[in-house]
């Protein structure tokens, strides 16, 4: 189903929405016959409880969501897509205000009910579609939801169908979409170009590695995303075992949701100058792999030890990163389903995010809880820097003692940048279980939140 409104001329459904507080004074204002039937039925008011209530004639008179309690509310996101779901097909109109929240995100909760990964099997997601809410930027929400579509998309397509020249080819598709401007430096010309680790990453698979750079916009606050866009994750010669490779087709979450982040300032046509950095690769095993042991010289001269060829992924975003600050843009932001400490840390549902401008972290901080897209402030632990330098070579790629891993990994990333305010988003991109508006599978994690506080962070 198109993750779009309904047409504000299609036949309606009036759709209430009530809470636990006003159930009761909603309810003795219907007629006899919709209290009796509620009655009959059991209806609650709880999150997620849906009932639609025919006329004399048996045909559907009006539809009432359930929409909990403040408390029951702040447990999770999206209530009102809760109810959607176990909505009948068919086309709602809400009758009414909504008791408590942002109606804009309940909106867009309500479009992404309506996803589903259906490339291979038949699968549907929600059937009740929305005409637009009076004053609900239409237009805005239904780009961030054709993004968010676009980010789960990839993330979720298998590396036989998705590898580093598939993921080339989606970025030129949105490229040409948007009239952008893209290059790309693949195979050999990398070590030409001096890309020298996103090359030895990518050297051993079948797909040659490449560095993906998309540009759009010519006026106004230069902004770039780097994507860590490893489309498989063998772990290289360090070979992860079977239960830990499972899920690594969404080891490109972070170019996917640069990508889908792309398409929303796109789409809405932002005032900026946008650069989308990504390095495509696969870490596969062959003999020409890298090895444990290795010194690599990166973009930027650093040398970097290999200790650990599955911490291949702050490899290929050091000299994307090195690549983006020749630019000199303002604003400098990596996102990477990088490492497993921050699962540890924070668990699936959190992006957490590394800065030293307050200021970017507390716009992140207040534009998150706006659209339900739940971020959370990590250190630059400056006592950690001794931890990434080997001896040996100026880095090392994965410190010993398993200690701080998600901070010693942003510490690495920001070696390769001097941009004052550059931002690192090590998420997960994935849902393990199903939400409201969440499918199982990819999800985009933290360009929601991005989208909000980018005119705050840009001044717009």
């Not at 109606?103 to 059937?127: H, M, V």
Request: proline share 7%.
């Amino acid at each position: 189903m198109p993750l779009t409104f309904a047409k504000p001329d299609s036949p309606a459904i009036p759709l209430h929405i009530v809470d636990k507080d006003g159930y009761d004074g909603w309810r003795k204002a219907q007629s006899q016959t919709t209290a009796t039937w509620l009655d009959t039925v059991g209806f609650k008011p709880v999150i997620g409880s849906a009932q639609v209530v025919p006329d004399a004639k048996g045909a559907p008179a009006l539809a009432i969501a359930g929409y909990g309690d403040a408390a029951s509310r702040a447990q999770g996101r999206f209530p009102l897509a809760a109810a959607a779901a176990n909505l009948p097909k068919g086309t709602y109109a809400l009758a009414g205000a909504l008791p408590a929240g942002d109606i804009e995100t309940e909106a867009l909760g309500w479009l992404l009910s309506g996803y589903a990964f259906d490339r291979y099997a038949i699968q549907s997601g929600s059937t009740a579609r929305l005409i637009c809410p009076e004053g609900v930027d239409a237009q805005r929400i239904e780009a961030i939801a054709a993004a968010e579509g676009v980010i789960r998309d990839l993330i979720n397509t298998p590396t036989s169908d998705l590898g580093p020249e598939a993921l080339e080819q989606a970025v030129r598709d949105l490229a040409t979409t948007f009239d952008a401007s893209l290059s790309v430096v693949r195979g050999d010309a990398l070590i030409e170009q001096n890309f020298p680790m996103i090359h030895a990453v990518g050297r051993a698979a079948d797909e040659e590695p490449r560095l993906i750079d998309m540009r759009w916009g010519d006026t106004g606050p230069k902004l770039t995303l780097v994507g860590k866009g490893v489309c498989f994750d063998t772990g290289g010669l360090n070979l992860k075992p079977g239960a830990s490779m499972g899920l690594m087709k969404k080891d490109m979450g972070g170019a996917a949701t640069v990508l889908g982040l792309a398409r929303m300032i796109m789409a809405l046509n932002l005032p900026l100058q946008l650069r989308v950095l990504i390095p495509a690769v696969e870490n596969a095993v062959s003999g020409n792999a890298f090895r444990p042991g290795d010194i690599l010289t990166s973009r930027k001269g650093l040398t970097v030890e290999i200790n650990n060829t599955d911490a291949e992924g702050r490899l290929v975003l050091a000299d994307a990163l090195t690549c983006a600050d020749e630019d000199d843009p303002d604003l400098v932001i990596s996102m990477a389903t990088l490492t497993g400490a921050a699962r540890v840390a924070v668990g699936p549902d959190l992006s957490p995010f590394f800065t030293n401008d307050d200021d970017i972290a507390e716009a992140l901080a207040k534009t998150a809880t706006e659209v339900s897209d739940p971020v959370w402030r990590m250190p630059f632990w400056e006592p950690y820097e001794k931890m990434i330098e080997p001896g040996i070579a100026d880095l090392d790629n994965a410190p010993k003692g398993g200690f701080a891993g998600s901070i010693t990994a942003a510490l690495f990333l920001r070696r390769f940048t001097e941009n004052p305010r550059y931002t690192h988003f090590d998420i997960y991109g994935w849902n393990p279980s199903p939400a409201p508006a969440r499918s199982k599978g990819g999800t985009g994690m933290g360009a929601r939140a991005l989208l909000q506080a980018l005119p705050e962070m840009l001044g717009l």
